[in-house]
């Protein structure tokens, strides 16, 4: 495999993500934000610890969806992240849900 088909391939996989994104975006209440990751989720916990002088935040999610383009099964029942850097957790309003044909992005 040469590295144009390599490359192509994962275009390929990001846009089939993006559009999974899209058909899938309306079934959640919340987005939130990791450094290793993107989730939704219609259920959200975030906690603020500390331990030995250090701050982390314990992230628990249920009935999630995870943007990684190499994960077979995106959907998940429940989810927990320990992270040690900030975390986004945002509401989502309706109106942002409809995704449909807003300019720049492909259907």
Do not use: C, I
């Amino acid at each position: 495999m040469s590295a144009e088909d390599l490359e192509n391939y994962e275009t390929d996989m990001e846009l089939a993500l993006y559009r999974e994104y899209r058909d899938v975006v309306s079934l959640f209440a919340y987005v939130v934000e990791t450094e290793r990751r993107f989730y939704l989720a219609n259920h959200v916990d975030l906690q603020v610890r500390s331990a030995a002088g250090e701050v982390y935040f314990e992230l628990s999610l249920a009935d999630a969806w995870v943007w990684d383009v190499y994960r077979s099964a995106r959907f998940v029942k429940s989810v927990r992240v320990v992270t040690f850097k900030d975390v986004n957790v945002e509401e989502l309003a309706k109106a942002e849900l409809d995704l449909g044909g807003g300019a720049g992005f492909p259907r």
